[in-house]
């Protein structure tokens, strides 16, 4: 069995069985980031044989909060499946979900596929049906979030599940940087964050996941849901808590926990 094939196994495992690993790097030092992906394609392959379809991709720790927040420097992705699709409240048993956090996000549904390399932000702008607020539910197999680059990649960027509001807003009619979201708890101001967190730029965003998906012969599909990272700090998630988003121009979303 490959590195990738036991690796994957046990997230797989994890994953159906609710559970935490201990962090695999501090088992297997020498894994590297490339070792990660080959883990994470075989863990999505696990789901996809269990009957899990895929309809898009995620990117992930793009934020200078979220990369404090968790020790991670540099970006991922993952991959969006059917199950992960939530509407309505979010049940955290039925869903499988361990230690959940909340994060709020532009979304990306696309017209046309995307294939890098050499994918820029006026081609995702493009390509781009139209945009909506999301809630990522970011959850981790990792043992208390002690994850490294190398645990969140193998672990699918650490995504659990996702809610989509209902609005939908042509990209081309925004200034991507500069939308400003705000976000309640429980009916409190929690945080604030703006467009330009995630790179910069959400589009680039984008066009660094299909050229970096290229390079592992991943094309961003026609019709998939791409989230382009969180604009504001994870938030801790538990039964009972209520969260809501405003993308200014845009939409709201709501994620609640039961």
């Known amino acids: 069995m490959s590195i990738a094939e036991r690796y994957g196994a046990e ?6 069985g609710c559970r935490t690993v201990p962090p695999l790097i501090a088992r297997d030092p020498a894994l590297t980031v490339d070792d990660a992906y080959a883990i994470s394609l075989d863990f999505l392959a696990r789901r996809t044989r269990d009957g899990e379809r895929v309809i898009g991709k995620k990117i992930g720790v793009t934020s200078k909060a979220v990369q404090d927040m968790l020790g991670v420097h540099q970006p991922d992705f993952g991959f969006l499946t059917d199950r992960m699709w939530i509407e ?10 361990i230690q959940p956090r909340a994060e709020a996000e532009i979304a990306f549904i696309l017209r046309d596929a995307l294939k890098g390399p050499g994918v820029t932000a006026a081609d995702v702008m493009a390509a781009t049906e139209s945009i909506a607020p ?10 208390d979030w ?10 699918n960027a650490s995504c659990g599940v996702f809610v989509l509001g209902e609005a939908r807003a042509d990209p081309r009619a925004h200034d991507l940087p500069g939308l400003r979201v705000t976000v309640t708890k429980n009916g409190a101001p929690l945080s604030e964050g703006y467009g330009h967190a995630v790179q910069g730029d959400p589009a680039a965003a984008v066009a660094w996941l299909a050229n970096t998906l290229g390079r592992y012969g991943v094309t961003l599909e026609a019709g998939d849901v791409i989230l382009s990272g969180s604009l504001v700090p994870l938030a801790p998630a538990a039964v009972g808590d209520r969260f809501e988003m405003m993308l200014e121009g845009v939409g709201g979303c709501a994620a609640r926990f039961v």
């Open 11 to 16: 997230l797989f495992g994890a994953l159906r």
């Open 88 to 97: 309505g409240d979010i049940d955290i048993a039925a869903t499988g979900l």
């Open 134 to 143: 999301c809630f990522e539910i970011v959850d981790s197999r990792i043992d």
């Open 146 to 155: 002690k994850i490294g680059i190398v645990d969140t990649v193998a672990d």
